[in-house]
């Protein structure tokens, strides 16, 4: 059940306009060994819609989104699976570029050589990114944001656990989750932020302080034992 990629491009491409779902892709193995410029696992490309259900996404490269990239003007709707041991410059796990809807997924031990090792959530026009009774956890970067980083989009986590993510550079900021301008993260319900460290600021969250459009909302969880 593993779907491997020659390491010459994406595993999957979802196509301009399409849509695509997947229901235990990778079950029992993974969507593994892309290599591309964007997308190593998954690329969903513009107007096009991804849908995914359970499944693993693992050991695939690339320059933006190891995992999966979504373009702009996509759609990604998760609920269950896992994206690990995926690596990019930006966006170890994940990189957005349109509007998703996240649930139940695991995102862990991806690498970003940049910034977001475990999702990069960007967006042209402003969007929307929900996460809900995800883990992400163990990811690493050199940039900021070892966990998450946005930029011009609203990201709201709800029983989500970001743990023990890490950003090593000595610029690098933002250990579970960084917010860069125009961008805004919500925790709701039983959020954690811990165990997650940054070699400059803010080992749990750090909002960009050169951007006062960029906010923070705590409305409910818990961010402890961060560094």
């Known amino acids: 059940h593993t779907l491997s990629g020659s390491g010459k491009g994406s595993v999957i491409t979802v196509s301009e306009g399409a849509q695509l779902s997947l229901h235990d892709c990778g079950k029992g193995g993974c969507v593994t060994g892309g290599k591309a410029t964007e997308g190593g696992g998954i690329y969903v490309a513009k107007g096009a819609a991804l849908s995914l259900e359970s499944g693993a996404i693992c050991g695939n490269e690339a320059n933006r989104g190891g995992g999966i990239f979504a373009a702009e003007g996509a759609s990604v709707t998760v609920t269950g699976g896992e994206l690990r041991g995926n690596s990019a410059k930006s966006g170890g796990g994940l990189f957005l570029r349109g509007d998703s809807d996240i649930s139940g997924m695991e995102i862990f031990g991806n690498r970003a050589e940049y910034n977001g090792a475990g999702l990069y959530a960007e967006m ?104």
Request: glycine fraction near 20%; hydrophobic fraction near 30%.
């Open 124 to 227: 042209a026009e402003g969007g929307n990114v929900s996460l809900s009774h995800c883990s992400i956890e163990g990811n690493s970067g050199l940039g900021h944001g070892g966990g998450i980083y946005l930029k011009n989009c609203q990201l709201a986590a709800a029983d989500c656990r970001i743990a023990n993510n890490v950003v090593t550079e000595a610029h690098a900021s933002g250990g579970g989750v960084y917010i860069d301008e125009y961008a805004g993260f919500t925790m709701t319900g039983s959020t954690l932020i811990s165990g997650n460290s940054a070699a400059n600021q803010g080992g749990g969250v750090c909002v960009s302080g050169s951007t006062p459009t960029a906010g923070f909302a705590m409305d409910s969880g818990e961010i402890s034992g961060n560094k």
